[in-house]
């Protein structure tokens, strides 16, 4: 019920601001790739007419640009695209969709930059890194795998966590307190092969934004950093199918309109295949080694206003000694997303996201034989509104209502002892409402200010222990579902 009055109130204070600003029109809409369709992400818009004004899509492609009545021309561009210039007498408020062709045509050498000489001091948004994925490409690999957690480890103020390990430290902090996304799912564990790989196949991503300073308001939950991975949404013109065959693995793509122009999918997958040449050895037969991964996403446009997103990871690592010792880990996650234009000034993103995270390990001798297996089960529900205010003013305000289940540690085997250490999962909930408003004061001076507010709450289902200076002073049973602390 609480949650029901705070997003009334948020609706009811942005309809106030908007009120503020009748006499004005507004142009909306998306920018997308000519050939494939996909929104782009990042893309500027510029007016010739009024040269201190202009907007970028945002992370759906999405853009709100609020002027006085007039005659504009309008630019379009992004990086590897020709630009698009429509004029328009904008009178009245309308929605656009425009297109963008990438450049086939040959050019004398130039150099392009991505970034103005003095933006990492004019963006209120300090320590961002933008990662391309066709930079990516052209970096030289280990065993043919092109890797973007890799990749950042090379940026300024990220370090590897070892020599060959995919985790990073960023300025000062551990690996674990680094936020992980792809597609708002979190991944608790982004490594395959002990480290040596990530879980990402860059086949699948879009998009990846690497802050490494003072976080949005959006995000929360961790200290050091936090990693923002998009997957492709798939081609809803033509089918196209890639892969590559590398010296430890193979990967395998396929994407495609489901309804063309209307809907489309992406599928990725691959899989190590060095247990193949276990099996070829006489020694090692019986020991297994591999790593697979498998992306898919699908999205279907309902209205020209409405869309509906829906993608999924599955990943395991799988490590064996014959019948003796056996591990196992991997990654699962699914987002379920509604981007939605309430208004030409309103933009609206629900996401309902799963992640689950486990481990096992198989021991077994002569006399003994036992299990032991972990897990983190995450359910989160994600409301978020972007309102464009005008040119000089674009707020974002929304909730997080997350469900955690964490199994610390389960044990089962023959002997007696393994009876007495099982552990009940423990399940708690953690929300946060969170606003950021980014406002241009001047030319020279922008003001980007956030609020996040985070609650933690302890479920009932367990018996939890009280300690004070170290020992143990009482018990409580808390009864399912029962908030026991917040």
Known sequence: ????????????????????????????GTIRDKASGEEIIGATIRIAELSKIGISTNEYGFFSLTLEPGNYTFITSYIGYEDYIEKINLQATQSIKWTLQQKSQNLEEVKIVAKKENENI??????????????????????????????????????SAGEGNSGFY????????????????????????????????????????????????????????VLDIKMNEGNDKDYHATGGIGLISSRLSIE?????????????????????????????????LYFYDLNAKANYRLDK?????????????????????????????????????ISPKLFSNTSLIYSDYDYNIQIQGDDIKFNINSSIQDWNLKQEFQYFQSTKSSWRVGLNLIHHELAPSR??????????????????????????HV??????????????????????????????NGEKTESIVLSKNKIGKT
């Open 122 to 159: 004019t963006q209120t948004t300090m320590g961002v890194e933008k990662i391309n994925m066709k930079d990516i490409a052209k970096l030289p690999v280990l065993f043919g795998e092109k890797d973007i957690l890799k990749t950042i480890q090379l940026l300024p103020g990220v370090k």
């Open 170 to 225: 960023v300025r000062g902090g551990t690996s674990d307190q680094n936020l992980i996304l792809l597609d708002e799912a979190p991944v608790y564990n982004a490594s395959h092969l002990l480290g040596f790989f990530s879980t990402f196949n860059s086949d699948a991503i879009k998009d990846a934004i690497l802050i490494k300073g003072n976080s949005p308001a959006q995000y929360g939950g961790r200290l050091a950093s």
């Open 305 to 341: 206003n409405n869309r509906i997103f829906l993608s999924g990871y599955l990943g395991r690592d799988v490590l064996g000694l014959g019948d003796q010792f056996g591990i196992d880990w991997g990654n699962t996650t699914g987002t379920l997303r509604w981007n939605s234009v």
């Open 1 to 28: 019920m609480l949650h029901k009055y705070i997003i009334t109130g948020i609706l009811f204070f942005l309809v106030l601001l908007d009120n503020q600003a009748q006499n004005k029109v507004t142009l909306n």
């Open 256 to 288: 495609g309109p489901i309804q063309k122009e209307k809907s489309s999918f992406l599928v990725t997958g691959r899989r190590t295949y060095a247990d193949v040449f276990l099996q070829a050895t006489e020694d090692f037969k019986d020991n297994t």
């Open 439 to 468: 406002y241009k004061l001047t030319n020279r001076l922008n003001i980007d200010y956030g609020l996040r507010l985070s609650v933690y709450s302890i479920l009932g289902g367990d018996t939890y222990n009280v300690y004070h």
């Open 411 to 436: 044990f089962e085997g023959d002997a007696e002892v393994f009876n007495s250490l099982n552990t009940v999962s423990r399940k708690s909930l953690e929300n946060a409402l969170y606003a950021n």
